[in-house]
């Protein structure tokens, strides 16, 4: 089982503010947290998972990405 983070930790981790991570908690949106008891904690794999989701392609990705589809394509 992977070492659960304090919402501190996670905040250190994404360079983000604690109060946003609250925020966030209570809009049902960032990272996947678990509650154990009345505490919440972030698995590194949930941020991990989080920064993957959040990452969004530059035009210049998308670009190479169209490319190489279209010629594939008869």
């Given at each position: 089982?992977?070492?659960?983070?304090?919402?501190?930790e996670?905040?250190?981790?994404?360079?983000?503010?604690?109060?946003?991570?609250?925020?966030?908690?209570?809009?049902?949106?960032?990272?996947?947290?678990?509650?154990?008891?009345?505490?919440?904690?972030?698995?590194?794999?949930?941020?991990?998972?989080?920064?993957?989701?959040?990452?969004?392609?530059?035009?210049?990705?998308q670009?190479?990405?169209?490319?190489?589809?279209?010629?594939?394509?008869?």
């Amino acid at each position: 089982m992977e070492r659960l983070l304090t919402p501190q930790e996670a905040a250190e981790i994404l360079r983000i503010r604690t109060d946003t991570l609250r925020i966030w908690r209570r809009r049902g949106v960032g990272p996947e947290v678990c509650k154990v008891g009345r505490l919440c904690r972030y698995s590194p794999s949930a941020l991990e998972s989080y920064v993957e989701r959040s990452t969004k392609r530059t035009g210049n990705d998308q670009d190479q990405h169209h490319q190489v589809t279209s010629s594939e394509t008869p």
